[in-house]
């Protein structure tokens, strides 16, 4: 007699420790938007999370159409952000209304899509450092 649901049964001769591994990831988001946001959180899984005043942001850097390099200078903090596909994201912070930037780690996140924006590091300098 055969099994009328083996074709539906998993092949146990795959391997699926990858795919229990990738059950305990969440998935990668580099930032989300708000309509209105008067703070930016920026969250790092081995860091420091801080959450500063949109008020106190008075330039923003970045290296042009590259969408690596982002740079925000807050009147007591400077925030240096490494990535790629991080046009999105620049733009958000420029019109005000990113709400949250997550820097990426493999053993927290799913490895987002290729062309996906992703924030590979945020460093924050205070005190003496920020003299430039």
Known sequence: M????DAFRRDKSVDNTVAKANLR?????AFRT?????RLEIRRVLGETRAPSYRYLMDIGFNGEFGTELVLY????????????MQPLIRAIIDGN???LQD??????????EDA????SVEYV????MQQ
């Open 104 to 113: 990426f780690h493999p053993k927290e996140f799913i490895a987002p899509a």
């Open 98 to 100: 990113c709400a949250v």
């Open 34 to 38: 708000k309509e209105r946001t008067d």
């Open 126 to 129: 205070t005190g003496k450092g």
């Open 74 to 85: 807050f009147s007591f903090l400077i925030v240096k952000i490494a990535g790629k596909n």
């Open 25 to 29: 990831l969440k998935p990668y988001e």
């Open 2 to 5: 055969t099994d009328p649901l």
């Open 117 to 120: 924006p992703i924030i590979t």
